[in-house]
């Protein structure tokens, strides 16, 4: 099995030799260089409504690197959202949200920083909007679990490690023209807050998971064999204890 994998970044300009310590702390998973396997989804990230961009292609040498998949067991939802919660802003924390995030930090948290890649999936401004909700108690855990699986995001890299960027190698770059890419990206927007929108008309059962539930230990035996669940798509479960 080779050890070379493709990635692509997305970005206005060419970039050919990416640095460590470089970037806006505040993404998904830190401070790190984002790729993604589609070279399709790179050119949307790198596009604005009048501003062609590039979609910048690597090679990465994984031998001997540290990786961290947060869409595979055993790691559920909820250490993904404890990540995000921890490097994306918000623009403000009401009483709900704050116990929320320390719950999840207390109960849910990982040495993240402690691998030279971190794979998962990537919550774009469209679909940030289910990670606020659900710590609000707006919205179900298969709703986020669902969201996230279904909505087309596909995964990214982010390359973390001074030894990860060492194996990160330039290849080309892919002119991204904005009439054509920023239209697929907008669409794929318009069907985040679509799948939004219909997930607020959804009603919740008394068999569907709340993060509170979660937090003062409402869940049977089912329920706690969901938490432990990769990203992937949830079904609701027969039972749940109120104990």
Not at 22 to 28: E, L, R, S, T, V
Not at 47 to 73: I, M, R, S
Not at 109 to 128: H, K, L, P, Q, T
Not at 161 to 168: D, G, V, Y
């Amino acid at each position: 099995m080779s050890n070379i994998i493709t990635l692509y970044h997305g970005a206005d300009h060419i970039i050919e030799k990416p640095q460590f310590g470089f970037g806006k702390p505040y993404n998904d998973y830190g401070l790190a260089f984002y790729c993604t396997k589609s070279k399709g989804l790179a050119c949307e990230w790198a596009v604005t409504e009048d501003t062609d961009g590039y979609a910048n292609e690597y090679t990465l040498n994984t031998e001997n690197l540290k990786f961290l998949n947060l869409n595979k067991v055993p790691y559920p939802v909820l250490t993904w959202l404890t990540v995000l919660i921890q490097n994306r802003t918000f623009d403000s924390y009401n009483q709900v949200q704050s116990s929320a995030k320390d719950f999840l930090i207390n109960n849910f948290n990982i040495d993240y920083e402690n691998y030279d890649v971190i794979v998962g999936y990537r919550a774009d401004d469209s679909y940030f909007q289910f990670a606020k909700a659900f710590l609000n108690n707006g919205i179900t855990y298969k709703t986020l679990s669902n969201a996230m699986y279904l909505g087309e995001l596909g995964n990214q890299y982010a390359i973390k490690s001074e030894n990860a960027f060492s194996k990160l190698t330039f290849t080309t770059a892919y002119k991204a023209p904005a009439s054509i890419w920023f239209e697929k990206k907008i669409a794929r927007e318009n069907k985040a807050r679509e799948i939004y929108a219909n997930s607020k008309l959804e009603k919740i059962s008394d068999n569907d998971i709340l993060l509170t539930d979660i937090m003062r230990g409402r869940l049977g035996d089912e329920e706690k064999k969901l938490l432990q669940q990769g990203l992937s798509p949830v079904s609701t479960r027969s039972s749940r204890s109120d104990d």
